[in-house]
């Protein structure tokens, strides 16, 4: 029996009896008892009750790969090579690099449950509770190496940002270089990592974790402000987003050496949280404080310092609100 099985019987979050569930299962109540150890230790919540049994409160939505496939438009399944699907892992950008570390891996989408070891920008851990995000990576094949790649990860925000209107959350903006943001509070991030030759034939990441409906004990770890989906939009499905998330950007992946950050600049710019606002920026021990003007072809970030136009990439770079 796989965790799988018990995890999609205990989805709809009623009760069901040890013994229900072996016999629906094929297998013995110690059998179910220790797989609903597993889902313990995945930070799933269990309720028990005398002479009810289990269930997990709320119930789970499961990614299902027949419905994502299902609600593709045609241009995103075109540029469809695999979707793989699972349960739990370190990180599905560290499992997206050991398939582009071989080539010939652009159209491979990686999707988890959960994630032990979900990493964010600057190495800082991303939080992965079970079933209650999406953690979503796709790699993508570019022949100019790094030098093609200038404004991708702001141009994969605008693909973002673009599937969650389309869903009803209108009110998201992007937090230069890779955030999505509602207000002050964080909804998504971007991390972009890159194999092969960096002048040349290369494969690129493209990592997403997107906040969809956090408990509050999965939260517990996040230590920033935060805002989840179902905050904005109630009652969105966890593969309606996911193929939605796709239709926007696997197009866009296939097309943007082709175009450039140029052709999604000004949409970006329509979507920037801080556009005319005081800043700050933390670079290492320094900070630079400014008004955010926009950003260039290349993505840098433009800022009005001492009355002077000043660009800066990313990197080691951390944007803030002035006093914030």
């Not at 709320?58 to 995103?76: F, K, R």
């Not at 207000?183 to 997107?210: F, N, S, Y």
């Not at 230590?223 to 926007?248: F, T």
Request: proline fraction near 4%.
């Amino acid at each position: 029996m796989s965790v799988r099985a018990i995890l999609q019987l205990m989805s709809d979050g009623e009760f069901h009896s040890g013994e229900a569930l072996g016999e629906l299962l094929g297998v013995s109540r110690t059998a179910v008892w220790k797989h609903l150890q597993k889902l313990e230790a995945y930070g799933i919540p269990l309720e028990s009750v005398k002479g009810r049994g289990y269930c997990v409160p709320g119930g789970l939505q499961l990614l299902d790969a027949a419905q994502i496939q299902g609600a593709l438009a045609p241009a995103a399944n075109s540029c469809l090579r695999e979707l793989d699907i699972h349960e739990s892992v370190d990180s599905t950008n560290a499992l997206a690099m050991a398939r582009a570390s071989t080539g010939a891996a652009g159209g491979y989408v990686c999707l988890a449950e959960h994630q032990s070891r979900g990493r964010g920008r600057r190495g800082r851990p991303w939080v992965s509770p079970f079933a209650q995000s999406v953690y979503l990576s796709v790699v993508a094949e570019f022949s100019g190496g790094a030098a093609a790649l200038e404004g991708l990860s702001l141009a994969v925000g605008v693909a973002l940002v673009r599937a969650l209107n389309t869903l009803g959350a209108e009110q998201v903006l992007l937090k230069w270089p890779n955030d999505l943001v509602c207000g002050d509070r964080k909804l998504a991030g971007i991390l972009l990592e890159m194999a092969g030759d960096p002048a040349g034939q290369c494969q690129v990441v493209v990592g997403v974790g997107l906040n969809m409906a956090l408990s509050s004990a999965g939260a517990e770890a996040i230590d920033q402000p935060w805002v989840d989906l179902q905050q904005l939009v109630p009652g969105v499905s966890r593969n309606a987003l996911v193929a939605e998330l796709l239709n926007q950007l696997l197009p866009l992946l296939a097309e943007f050496e082709s175009k450039g950050f140029g052709a999604y600049r000004e949409e970006w710019e329509r979507s920037h949280a801080y556009a005319d606002k005081p800043v700050r920026l933390v670079i290492g021990n320094t900070e630079v404080a400014g008004i955010a003007l926009g950003v260039a072809a290349n993505g840098a970030l433009r800022l009005l310092v001492g009355g002077e136009e000043q660009e800066f990439h990313g990197g080691e770079i951390s944007l803030r609100p002035a006093g914030g």
